[in-house]
């Protein structure tokens, strides 16, 4: 089985190991711009949405110049709803519009734009930033999980971060869901990488299936 399970992990890595952010174009980074757009893909991807098309909508957010807080607080909410619906999130574009200049005035008033004083804030523990990343408007524990998955990358006190999304994943591919057994199958990848494969086996089934075939 362990042999199996580990077909199955670099299989799926080979094909599916890239995190969310680097398929928005975001380079991460422990400063605030690349934090902040972390935070909108994260509000982004946790709507019933495609996650190709959240992907499109950040990077649409980004090209309009709406790239921190400052700048999408400052933006015309029609200017929000646009750049939305220039990457194809229309059906909740209104709505997000309106959470995102309200959760950009949040992020510069309470932590001066910048989610390091948000971490900060928590004191290094875990429970503590999922909480206060739903106090952002259109942040919820989905959007919460979705945001440490992806910032374990910089943010080392929150990882390995494998929530109930990936472990649902890695049981489609029929393995473990013990996130330490899972850590060892992945060898050195880094945990926001194995998370992120894992979410898109349990968003899309054909990721499982391939990989599955693959490692057979």
Same mark, same amino acid.
């Given at each position: 089985?362990?042999?199996?399970?580990?077909?199955?992990?670099?299989?799926?890595?080979?094909?599916?190991?890239?995190?969310?952010?680097?398929?928005?174009?975001?380079?991460?980074?422990?400063?605030?711009?690349?934090?902040?757009?972390?935070?909108?893909?994260?509000?982004?991807?946790?709507?019933?949405?495609?996650?190709?098309?959240?992907?499109?909508?950040?990077?649409?957010?980004?090209?309009?110049?709406?790239?921190?807080?400052?700048?999408?607080?400052?933006?015309?909410?029609?200017?929000?709803?646009?750049?939305?619906?220039?990457?194809?999130?229309?059906?909740?574009?209104?709505?997000?519009?309106?959470? $995102?200049?309200?959760?950009?005035?949040?992020?510069?008033?309470?932590?001066?734009?910048?989610?390091?004083?948000?971490?900060?804030?928590?004191?290094?523990?875990?429970?503590?930033?999922?909480?206060?990343?739903?106090?952002?408007?259109?942040?919820?524990?989905?959007?919460?999980?979705?945001?440490?998955?992806?910032?374990?990358?910089?943010?080392?006190?929150?990882?390995?971060?494998?929530?109930?999304?990936?472990?649902?994943?890695?049981?489609?591919?029929?393995?473990?869901?013990?996130?330490?057994? $899972?850590?060892?199958?992945?060898?050195?990848?880094?945990?926001?990488?194995?998370?992120?494969?894992?979410?898109?086996?349990?968003?899309?089934?054909?990721?499982?299936?391939?990989?599955?075939?693959?490692?057979?």
């Amino acid at each position: 089985m362990n042999d199996r399970a580990r077909r199955v992990v670099g299989e799926l890595l080979s094909a599916h190991g890239r995190t969310y952010a680097e398929e928005a174009g975001i380079r991460l980074r422990d400063t605030p711009q690349p934090l902040y757009r972390l935070q909108v893909l994260s509000l982004l991807l946790s709507a019933r949405i495609r996650a190709s098309v959240a992907v499109a909508a950040a990077r649409a957010l980004h090209e309009a110049g709406l790239r921190d807080p400052r700048r999408m607080a400052g933006a015309g909410w029609q200017d929000r709803v646009d750049a939305l619906g220039r990457g194809g999130y229309r059906r909740y574009d209104e709505r997000t519009a309106t959470q $995102l200049g309200d959760g950009a005035k949040l992020l510069t008033e309470r932590w001066g734009g910048d989610l390091r004083r948000l971490r900060a804030e928590a004191g290094g523990g875990v429970p503590a930033l999922r909480r206060l990343l739903q106090e952002i408007p259109g942040v919820g524990p989905t959007g919460a999980d979705i945001f440490l998955r992806e910032v374990q990358r910089v943010w080392p006190e929150a990882a390995p971060y494998l929530d109930a999304k990936a472990l649902s994943g890695a049981e489609r591919l029929g393995l473990p869901k013990d996130p330490d057994r $899972l850590l060892k199958l992945a060898g050195d990848t880094e945990p926001a990488v194995l998370a992120a494969a894992l979410v898109r086996a349990a968003l899309d089934e054909k990721v499982a299936e391939d990989s599955l075939r693959r490692s057979a």
